[in-house]
């Protein structure tokens, strides 16, 4: 009984060094993959960032106009908001992740835009770029106000236009 005893506290003492010894030597593998890991993936997201801040540029001064395939308010937006906005702002239908457009833009850039919208899910949204910002408001409270208690749209267009004609 002594005797086993002893040759378990020896197997387990070989198994302890096994392991230390292998994470030594595993340690500096794992610590450099890790360090290239990481400093490709800060590259990479800088690299994402600036193009997505040049992309941004591109479009200084340009206006939009943006809603979604939302059946309830998409008809009340074609046939009533749409014909009325000023004709420097470009409409943006999204449908899902694809954006409908009359000129090409690039979908994932302007994706990540509507994504650092204050309210994402709460279109129509109207957009406007300026000095190399995006620059959003909702106009969701005042679709559903004209939808749900039929209200006045001319307080939503007097929020459109107000909103583009500041600059900032």
């Not at 395939?69 to 908001?81: A, D, L, M, Q, V």
């Not at 408001?137 to 005042?142: A, D, K, M, P, V």
């Amino acid at each position: 009984m002594l005797m086993s005893r002893w040759k378990k506290l020896k197997v387990m003492v070989a198994i302890v060094l096994i392991l230390l010894i292998g994470g030594i030597i595993l340690f500096p593998f794992v610590f450099t993959f890790i360090i290239i890991g990481g400093t490709l993936r800060l590259i990479r997201n800088q690299r994402a960032s600036n193009a997505y801040q040049s992309y941004i540029k591109s479009l200084e001064g340009k206006d939009f106009f943006c809603y979604n395939n939302r059946e309830k308010g998409r008809r009340y937006i074609e046939h009533e908001i749409l014909p009325t906005l000023p004709p420097q702002v470009e409409v943006l239908y999204l449908q899902g992740r694809r954006i409908d457009s009359q000129q090409p833009y690039n979908g994932q850039h302007l994706l990540k835009t509507f994504h650092n919208f204050d309210h994402f899910t709460q279109f129509p949204h109207l957009l406007k770029i300026r000095n190399g910002q995006a620059i959003s408001c909702s106009l969701f409270h005042e679709l559903f106000e004209c939808l749900d208690k039929e209200g006045n749209k001319d307080t939503m267009l007097d929020k459109i236009q107000h909103f583009f004609a500041q600059e900032a």
